[in-house]
């Protein structure tokens, strides 16, 4: 049988992840000092991982309801009252999704018709893209400038928009490149999506690791708030990746819409880690904020030690990751970190698995302790001394 007769056309469209070929063949090498994956390194706080074990022992292991256990959308909704000041509705407003990635995708599913163009940011997330194109959307990309931050700006949005976009997809702070959006940023384009009546997807996972300043929402303007899909999760913030729990938060016509296809592909999302997201909201947050003075202090040793060896490399306001510029050495991303990986067992990402826009940058994850990051440092130093 030839399989690429019955194959999606869609499917068979979607290239593999970058990420992901980077980790295999940085697998492949012995001492291998990965700096690629976008996770904490940080284990769950243990009181977090009690709570679920608790739930288990006493028997709360059947499924929850659709929308997700009621005490945890109440909590999620206190939070973002407590500290974005945005009003959310438990029962009309919240969906409990397994990780932020099943809240991208039923949302994209919920609002895309064959055709839609969907406005995405160049470079960003991996999944951004694919997800579009199997809701049966198209991709319009807007690349995002090391001279501007990595922001949007309101003359660029403008210029992307047509009579057939219907979303705007946006992930601030950044992955892979750190950039925040600040509320005088946002504000500029309140204007643009008010008149255009664009749907926004806010992805929002990492709204906890803001380092400069205070994180701002394109929720928080109540004139766009009901055309403002959040999603968010317990992934980054409360180091729970594995855990798969995410949330969005969205006007009522649009979560009934979402908690269509959410009920039929899911059900509800593991009862025991929304038991252990309670605690996590309830009583994390001193954990939270450990890890983001390290992460602080982790960014500024590394992007000096960039700088120091000479990648010009942007301060980043927000995640965990920086976005050296690697041009410099004539290489391309991808054969840069080729012959990273092959000559100092140094993984990173190249910037082009977050789209074209990325090309002569790589992604690095600083999701490590500062030794680790120190001996990777070293390496990529002596690589580097091979281009001058």
Known sequence: MNYEDVLSERVQSIQPSGIRRFF?????????????????????????????????????????????????????????????????DPNENVIVTVGGSEGIDIALRAL?????????????????????????????????????????????????????????????PCNPTGGVMSYEDYAKLVPIIKKHQLIVISDEI????????????????????????????????????????????????????????????????????????????????????????????RRNFIVSGFNRIGLNCYMPHGAFYVFPDIRSTGLSSEAFCELLVKEEKVACVPGTAFGDAGEGFIRVSYAYSIEHIREALNRMEHFLNKFK
């Open 24 to 88: 295999d063949l940085a697998s492949e090498v012995e001492g291998v000092i990965s700096l690629g994956v976008g996770e904490p390194d940080f284990s769950t706080p243990w009181h977090i991982c009690d709570a679920a074990i608790y739930s288990i022992e006493s028997g709360k292991t059947h499924y929850t309801a659709n929308q997700g256990l009621f005490e945890l959308r109440k909590e999620i909704c206190s939070y973002y009252q407590r500290r974005f000041h945005i009003e959310y």
């Open 206 to 297: 990492y709204a906890e690791l803001t380092y400069d300043g205070t994180f701002a929402s394109l929720a928080q303007f109540d004139e766009i708030k009901d055309q403002v899909i959040v999603i968010s999760g317990f992934s980054k913030a409360f180091a729970m990746t594995g855990w798969r729990l995410g949330y969005v938060l969205a006007n009522p016509a649009l979560t009934a819409a979402m908690n269509k296809i959410h009920q039929y592909i899911i059900m509800s999302a593991p009862t025991a880690a929304q038991y252990g997201a309670i605690e996590g909201l309830k009583n994390g947050w001193p954990h939270v904020e450990e890890m983001v003075r390290s992460y602080r202090a």
């Open 112 to 172: 895309i018709d064959p055709g839609d163009e969907v406005i995405v940011m160049n470079p960003s997330y991996v999944a951004y893209t694919p997800g579009i194109t199997l809701s049966g959307g198209v991709s319009v990309p807007i690349e995002l400038r090391q001279e501007n931050d990595f922001k949007l700006l309101p003359q660029d949005l403008e210029k992307a928009i047509s009579e057939k976009t219907k979303v705007l997809l946006i992930n601030f």
